[in-house]
C-alpha cells in the first residue's frame, strides 16, 4: 500500500497559480489522479497521469479544468505535481491524490492521500 503524502495547498488570489506535489515511494509504477471536493459537493475527478510499464500516456482532464490545470511526474523525484493556473473561486476545495495500477481508467483508485486544502480568494 502506498503512502501518498500531498502538500503545496494554501490560499492563492483568483488569476493566481499554486502547485500541488503527491509524492510516494515506488510512485513511478502507478497511474495518479487527482480529485477534488468541495463542501457539500460530491468528490470531483479533475486529472489523470496513466503509466504503465515504464510508458506515460497523456494525462485528461475534466472540463472544469481544462487549460487552466496541468499534470506533470517527476520520476527521479516519485513525485506528480499538480498545476493550478487561473485559480478561480470554485476552484476552492480538498484536493487528494490517488494511485492505482494499471491505466487510469476503468476501475477504482486503490490508495489515497490526505488532502490539501486550496483556497481561492482575495
Known amino acids: 500500500q502506498l503512502q501518498l503524502v500531498e502538500s503545496g495547498g494554501g490560499l492563492v488570489q483568483p488569476g493566481g497559480s499554486l502547485r500541488l506535489s503527491c509524492a510516494a515511494s515506488?510512485?513511478?509504477?502507478?497511474?495518479v489522479g487527482w480529485f477534488r471536493q468541495a463542501p457539500g459537493k460530491e468528490r470531483e475527478k479533475i486529472s489523470c497521469?496513466?503509466?504503465?510499464?515504464?510508458?506515460?500516456?497523456?494525462?485528461d482532464y475534466a472540463d472544469s479544468v481544462k487549460d487552466r490545470f496541468s499534470i506533470s511526474r517527476d520520476t527521479a523525484e516519485n513525485t506528480v505535481y499538480l498545476q493550478i493556473n487561473s485559480a478561480k473561486p470554485e476552484d476552492t476545495a480538498t484536493y487528494y491524490c490517488?494511485?492505482?495500477?494499471?491505466?487510469?481508467?476503468?476501475?477504482?483508485?486503490?490508495?489515497w492521500g490526505q488532502g490539501t486544502q486550496v483556497t481561492v480568494s482575495s
Open positions: 497521469h496513466s503509466r504503465l510499464w515504464g510508458r506515460t500516456y497523456d494525462a
Open positions: 515506488g510512485l513511478n509504477d502507478y497511474s
Open positions: 490517488a494511485a492505482r495500477r494499471g491505466l487510469c481508467s476503468p476501475g477504482e483508485f486503490d490508495d
